[in-house]
Protein backbone atom coordinates (compact mmCIF):
# COMPACT_ATOMS: atom_id res chain seq x y z
CA UNK A 1 0.00 0.00 0.00
CA UNK A 2 1.35 3.54 -0.91
CA UNK A 3 1.47 6.12 1.93
CA UNK A 4 2.85 8.45 3.86
CA UNK A 5 2.39 7.87 7.68
CA UNK A 6 3.28 11.01 10.21
CA UNK A 7 3.44 10.73 14.24
CA UNK A 8 5.01 12.04 16.60
CA UNK A 9 2.45 15.08 17.73
CA UNK A 10 1.37 15.57 20.72
CA UNK A 11 0.95 18.53 23.70
CA UNK A 12 4.01 20.48 24.30
CA UNK A 13 4.51 23.33 26.40
CA UNK A 14 5.73 26.88 24.72
CA UNK A 15 9.48 26.64 24.31
CA UNK A 16 9.91 22.66 24.19
CA UNK A 17 10.45 20.14 21.70
CA UNK A 18 8.90 17.62 19.82
CA UNK A 19 10.14 15.31 16.65
CA UNK A 20 7.92 14.41 14.25
CA UNK A 21 8.19 11.51 11.86
CA UNK A 22 7.07 10.71 8.08
CA UNK A 23 7.63 7.10 7.30
CA UNK A 24 6.78 5.91 4.03
CA UNK A 25 5.67 2.72 2.05
CA UNK A 26 4.51 1.07 -1.51
CA UNK A 27 6.58 3.30 -3.64
CA UNK A 28 10.87 4.34 -3.42
CA UNK A 29 11.27 7.00 -0.95
CA UNK A 30 14.83 8.04 -1.79
CA UNK A 31 13.34 9.33 -5.68
CA UNK A 32 11.13 12.15 -4.10
CA UNK A 33 11.79 15.32 -2.12
CA UNK A 34 9.70 15.41 1.21
CA UNK A 35 7.89 18.88 2.29
CA UNK A 36 6.24 19.24 5.76
CA UNK A 37 2.94 21.12 5.62
CA UNK A 38 1.22 22.59 8.19
CA UNK A 39 -2.60 23.52 8.15
CA UNK A 40 -4.29 25.70 11.18
CA UNK A 41 -7.78 25.25 11.35
CA UNK A 42 -9.59 27.75 9.92
CA UNK A 43 -6.84 29.03 7.75
CA UNK A 44 -4.66 27.69 5.05
CA UNK A 45 -1.96 24.80 4.34
CA UNK A 46 1.62 26.30 4.86
CA UNK A 47 4.93 24.77 3.35
CA UNK A 48 7.33 25.08 6.26
CA UNK A 49 10.12 22.51 5.28
CA UNK A 50 11.45 20.53 3.20
CA UNK A 51 14.54 18.13 1.90
CA UNK A 52 15.97 17.47 -1.10
CA UNK A 53 16.24 13.01 -2.16
CA UNK A 54 19.78 13.04 0.05
CA UNK A 55 18.84 15.33 2.57
CA UNK A 56 21.45 17.16 2.00
CA UNK A 57 19.33 20.27 0.96
CA UNK A 58 17.63 21.80 3.26
CA UNK A 59 14.72 24.76 2.94
CA UNK A 60 12.65 26.23 5.94
CA UNK A 61 9.97 29.22 6.11
CA UNK A 62 10.38 32.27 7.57
CA UNK A 63 8.14 31.43 10.13
CA UNK A 64 9.98 28.44 11.59
CA UNK A 65 13.44 28.71 10.32
CA UNK A 66 16.07 28.52 13.11
CA UNK A 67 13.91 26.38 15.41
CA UNK A 68 13.00 23.27 12.96
CA UNK A 69 15.01 20.81 11.39
CA UNK A 70 14.23 18.75 8.66
CA UNK A 71 16.11 15.41 7.81
CA UNK A 72 15.79 12.02 6.37
CA UNK A 73 16.87 8.49 6.68
CA UNK A 74 16.64 6.55 3.92
CA UNK A 75 17.12 3.04 4.73
CA UNK A 76 14.11 3.65 7.21
CA UNK A 77 12.24 5.26 4.52
CA UNK A 78 11.45 7.86 7.50
CA UNK A 79 11.87 11.80 7.13
CA UNK A 80 11.76 13.63 10.12
CA UNK A 81 11.20 17.33 11.53
CA UNK A 82 12.61 18.47 14.80
CA UNK A 83 10.69 21.17 16.65
CA UNK A 84 12.54 23.34 18.97
CA UNK A 85 11.53 26.15 21.10
CA UNK A 86 7.89 26.02 19.90
CA UNK A 87 5.49 29.04 20.35
CA UNK A 88 1.85 29.19 20.43
CA UNK A 89 1.43 29.67 16.48
CA UNK A 90 3.22 26.64 15.86
CA UNK A 91 0.08 24.48 17.08
CA UNK A 92 -1.41 22.95 13.74
CA UNK A 93 -1.89 19.44 11.94
CA UNK A 94 1.62 18.68 10.25
CA UNK A 95 1.18 16.56 6.97
CA UNK A 96 3.95 15.44 4.90
CA UNK A 97 3.87 14.68 0.96
CA UNK A 98 6.48 15.04 -1.88
CA UNK A 99 3.95 17.98 -3.73
CA UNK A 100 6.08 20.63 -3.75
CA UNK A 101 6.00 23.94 -3.34
CA UNK A 102 8.26 26.80 -2.25
CA UNK A 103 8.87 27.17 1.58
CA UNK A 104 6.69 29.91 3.09
CA UNK A 105 3.93 29.11 0.03
CA UNK A 106 -0.24 29.06 1.32
CA UNK A 107 -2.51 27.49 -0.17
CA UNK A 108 -6.16 27.59 0.46
CA UNK A 109 -6.71 23.74 0.47
CA UNK A 110 -4.40 20.77 -0.51
CA UNK A 111 -4.29 20.60 -4.11
CA UNK A 112 -4.84 17.20 -6.18
CA UNK A 113 -3.10 14.47 -5.93
CA UNK A 114 -1.35 13.33 -9.50
CA UNK A 115 0.63 10.29 -10.37
CA UNK A 116 3.16 9.83 -7.88
CA UNK A 117 1.89 12.06 -5.82
CA UNK A 118 1.42 11.43 -1.63
CA UNK A 119 -0.41 13.31 1.28
CA UNK A 120 0.00 11.95 5.00
CA UNK A 121 -3.33 11.81 7.44
CA UNK A 122 -1.57 14.27 9.25
CA UNK A 123 -0.54 14.52 13.13
CA UNK A 124 -1.65 17.14 15.81
CA UNK A 125 0.82 19.43 17.39
CA UNK A 126 -0.54 21.61 20.09
CA UNK A 127 1.67 23.95 22.15
CA UNK A 128 0.31 24.98 25.23
CA UNK A 129 0.98 25.87 29.04
Known amino acids: QVQLVESGGGLVQPGGSLRLSCTAS????????VYWVRQVPGKGLEWVSN????????YYSASVKGRFTVSRDNAKNTAYLQMNSVKFEDTAVYYCTNIGRPVGAILPFRPPLGKNEYWGQGTQVTVSS
Open 26 to 33: GFTFSDHW
Open 51 to 58: TDFSGALT
